[in-house]
């Protein structure tokens, strides 16, 4: 531990702390990480639960790998949750529950150190569980380590290190090699005498002040003779020095351990045996000496490993390629005559093997089975892995490019599927191809590729005789023209593939094409209600096929689209649909959609807040939203819109920054964005120059938004904007899709604007109920008719209205907060700035009733975001806001607070 100390300290510290805490070591191999970690746990108490779990390199076949090996042999484990972690039948997001809840089972209300080692092998499972551990509550120290240099963005590992950075309060120890005192330092501990200044010098050299090279050269001295090693040749390198470890075995032991070096780093007995050919006793005899000297160690029942990673690429290394490939050949004859049903083991040991055929097939069964298990990045792997052989392979480039699509790499699904079409050699293989095209290049911004993809599947069409092929390609076409926002277009090819698919009973086409009408016709109010029947019908059907992605899709269109008249149905068609997208591993809607899900949500309930939060969150957790593409933009405009109902203006500036920096944003989002920032910081100039290019590049959209219009057309009021100016906005932001409701309410806004209080009024009444508008909207519907009320001397009737929209408003800020206020003082009401219309628990939104209640029953953040679908930040940003509201200063006196409500 020479050079530690600190490292150590602060480690111990966040140990016996009593609430949770998390800690990154990195640093080269042989660097002391795990040295460092086991030092730290000889300190512990002996009441704190310790679980200590290790990735290994090819541990993406194996999901959950790091929390099965620090679970391995524990007695408290139930075996039911045990089987269910593994079952892939189970959604992804309940295989995490299940994670979650063996440790909480094996924990307690302990103190706890929970480790992961080598993160940077961690499949993405494990990954994910690392994280959720890390927003428990209770007194636990969560330690992960990593090597920096193996981390790639192909790696589960590096989204996680960019989230637990922005999420958590992270402790990051970087592990420095020693300076040259520290090296005398370790040289006088281990030989127990100072080194002279010549050995201690030459050997920090050779060692390159790495510990682990530095004690094995010492070890490979008898007797720590370190005036010797300045006499003698010293090794020149790590690996040298580890296989003199080594080298005067016994030639059984030498095969043993030259084949465990080989099998991986958990070593099954059975499997060693059958590959060595040793007998048991004999084994047992060889393995007790490896494990004497040091060399492995027994990390479970019948289970070897090698004392440190580096002990094994050593070995390995050492060895001729025809040994290596003869021992590949061994193991995968084990495996394949015991019925292996791990298909990325299989095809490790076939690739070493130069069996090149036997590893295409398990890498195209492989990546097949992990797809439906909704393990995106190991379908990638091993579908990445065959082409290695096999670049031509229809089937393998079909599994890299959907499973690169579903875990958000944009960049490689577009290369795969382009091969895929190109290399395809049947129809089948172009028409599937062509169908993902379509949705890549839509996603990626790349627009002319989408409409060169188009006419492909245009052309193709006229080829095909009726069938399969050809009902694939009327799908994709539908979803084409809808994604182009061509309703009418979308609806026709649709309806086409549906007829093919009836006619030939092609039921996965037949689940395809009603996702593209439903979606189509939800776009249209008049057409809404028939698409939510269509898409809510077609989930169950998806969902019993084994069509997550449909599943998912089809969810995404129902949770976006018309609100539910109950948030509690809001909520479980959200968490539905997350489930199924992380069953199909499809990183968008489980992470970016959830969180704009949850957004939606927190608006019906009118908490602007809330709804902030959720985003903030979302564009924290997803990677692709720090990259180019649709999602990206789509996220970054609703979190702008939601910051200018807050009044945060500068934030909007930050991310119209942002998004000036992606290519292909949609041509009206940067001015639209433009124009309400300059309205609202009073810019005229700024916003009558934002408003000709908005409206120069509304003619050419092909949908329109009364939502949009709603608030340009507010924002342009706010500013001053002559009435003259604000028809020619309706007239172009407005069209007969819109919901009746958002038109009316623009409506009334003009003739305001023009003195024509009596319409507006008559307008305005009529839509202060209105479903499709949020709280927030009809509380500013109500300050409209309270305006017009005053204007005709009826104060009564608008204190009403005024009251009204201070309930609507009650978990609101920014404008309509304002405009409400105004009103108040016109009324003679205090105004909702200077102290709350409503206070104490009437001043609750529901949302946060309902989350009073349950901090009332003792529910922590945690526990409060497993029971309502929501985030523990978002859980957190409720409990202030109820304190707040409640004038209560810590939870236990929430009850209190709602009973003198």
């Not at 050269?217 to 007797?223: K, T, Y």
């Not at 998806?542 to 018309?562: I, N």
């Not at 927190?602 to 902030?612: E, K, S």
């Not at 949020?774 to 519907?781: E, I, K, L």
Request: with cysteine; aromatic share 4%; glycine share 8%.
């Amino acid at each position: 531990m020479i050079g530690r100390e600190s490292e150590l300290r602060r480690l111990t510290q966040l140990a016996s702390a009593s609430e949770p805490a998390v800690a990154i070591i990195a640093g080269e191999p042989g660097i002391g990480k795990t040295r460092l970690v086991q030092e730290l746990l000889r300190t512990l108490p002996a009441e704190t639960v310790v679980l200590v779990g290790q990735a290994e390199p090819g541990s993406l076949s194996r999901p959950y790998e790091v929390l099965l090996d620090a679970i391995d042999g524990r007695a408290g484990v139930d075996e039911q949750q045990l089987a269910a972690l593994a079952d892939p039948r189970h959604s992804p997001v309940e295989r995490l529950h299940t994670g979650i809840a063996i440790l909480a089972g094996l924990i307690g209300d302990s103190p706890a150190v929970i480790v992961f080692e080598d993160l940077h092998w961690a499949d993405s499972e494990s990954a994910a569980l690392f994280e959720r551990i890390a927003d428990q509550r209770g007194p636990r120290l969560l330690i992960g380590t990593y090597r920096p240099e193996e981390v790639t963005r192909r790696q589960p590992v590096a989204g996680l290190l960019a989230q637990m950075e922005r999420r958590h309060a992270v402790t990051h120890v970087h592990l420095d090699r020693l300076t040259p005192a520290q090296t005398a330092a370790l040289l006088a501990a281990a030989t127990g005498a100072p080194a002279p200044l010549r050995a201690a010098t030459a050997l920090h050299h050779r060692a390159g002040g790495n510990p682990f090279f530095l004690e094995e050269l010492l070890r490979a001295l008898p007797g720590y003779d370190v005036e010797a090693l300045v006499e003698q040749p010293l090794p020149w390198s790590l690996a040298d020095v580890l296989r003199r470890q080594v080298d005067d075995l016994e030639p059984v032991s030498h095969r043993v351990v030259e084949a465990a070096s080989v099998l991986g780093r958990r070593i099954p007995f059975d499997l060693l045996a059958a590959v060595t050919a040793t007998g048991e006793d004999e084994l047992i005899a060889v393995l007790r000496d490896l494990v004497t000297r040091g060399v492995l160690v027994e990390s479970g029942e019948d289970e070897f490993a090698f004392r440190h990673a580096l002990v094994r690429e050593a070995i390995a290394g050492q060895m001729l390629g025809r040994q290596r490939r003869r021992l590949h050949e061994a193991a995968l004859d084990v495996l394949l005559s015991g019925g292996a049903s791990d298909p990325a083991l299989v095809a490790h040991h076939a690739r070493g093997a130069g069996r090149y055929d036997d590893m295409i097939a398990a890498a195209r069964r492989g990546a097949v089975l992990y797809l439906s298990i909704g393990s995106a990045y190991q379908a990638l792997q091993l579908a990445e892995m065959g082409l290695e052989e096999a670049p031509d392979d229809p089937e393998l480039l079909a599994s890299a490019a959907r499973s690169a699509w579903l875990a958000g790499l944009l960049d490689d699904a577009l290369r795969h599927a382009r091969h895929w079409r190109d290399s395809g050699s049947s129809t089948t293989d172009r028409a599937e191809s062509l169908y993902l095209l379509v949705r890549l290049a839509w996603e990626s911004r790349e627009t002319e590729e989408m409409r060169a993809a188009t006419r492909d599947i245009e052309t193709l069409i006229a080829q095909l005789p009726p069938g399969a092929d050809q009902a694939w390609a009327m799908t994709a076409i539908a979803q084409s023209a809808y994604l182009r926002d061509e309703l009418d277009a979308a609806l026709l090819w649709a309806d086409r593939a549906l007829a093919l698919a009836d006619e030939f009973g092609l039921p996965s086409v037949r689940r395809a094409a009603l996702v593209e009408k439903g979606s189509t016709l939800c776009e249209r109010p008049q057409t809404a209600a028939d698409g939510r029947k269509i898409l809510s019908g077609l989930v169950d059907e998806a969902e019993e096929a084994g069509e997550w992605v449909l599943a998912a899709q089809a969810l995404k269109v129902l949770v976006h689209g018309e609100p539910p008249t109950s948030p509690v149905e809001h909520a479980e068609t959200l968490e539905r649909m997350r489930v199924d997208a992380e069953r199909a591993g499809f990183e968008s809607l489980a992470v970016a959609t959830h969180f704009q899900g949850l957004a939606r949500l927190a608006l019906r309930a009118g908490d602007l807040r809330a709804a902030i939060a959720a985003l903030e969150e979302g564009r924290e957790q997803d990677r692709s939203l720090r990259r180019r593409g649709r999602w990206a933009d789509y996220h970054a405009v609703f979190l702008a819109g939601l910051y200018l109902e807050a009044g945060e203006l500068d934030r909007v500036d930050r991310l119209i920054a942002d998004l000036a920096a992606l290519p292909n944003n949609p041509p009206a989002v940067l001015p639209g964005l433009a124009f309400h920032l300059a309205c609202r910081r009073g810019d005229l100039a700024g916003a009558e120059a934002s408003l000709a290019e908005l409206l120069a590049f509304v003619v050419d959209q092909t949908w329109r938004s009364g939502e949009q219009a709603h608030d340009l057309i507010s924002a342009a009021l706010e500013l001053g904007l002559p009435a003259d100016r604000l028809d020619a906005m309706a007239t172009e932001l407005i069209d007969a899709d819109v919901w009746d409701a958002y038109r009316t309410l623009v409506d009334c806004q003009v003739a305001e604007a023009y003195g024509r209080h009596a319409e507006a009024l008559t307008g305005y009444l009529s839509i202060v109920d209105a479903h499709i508008l949020g709280p927030a909207t009809r509380g500013t519907v109500r300050v409209g008719a309270a305006r017009c009320l005053l204007a005709a001397g009826r104060r009564e009737e608008a204190t009403a209205q005024a009251e009204a929209a201070a309930g609507l408003l009650a978990g609101w800020a920014g404008w309509r907060v304002a405009q409400l206020d105004r009103v108040r003082a016109r009324l003679g009401l205090t105004p909702t700035g200077a102290e709350p219309a409503v206070t104490g628990a009437a001043a609750l939104t529901p949302r946060e009733r309902e989350v009073a209640v349950l901090i009332s029953d003792g529910m922590t953040n945690a526990e409060l975001a497993r029971r309502l679908y929501i985030s523990p930040k978002t859980a957190a940003v409720h409990v202030s806001s109820i304190l707040r509201k409640l004038g209560v200063s810590s939870r236990t006196e929430v009850a209190a607070g709602l009973r003198r409500g």
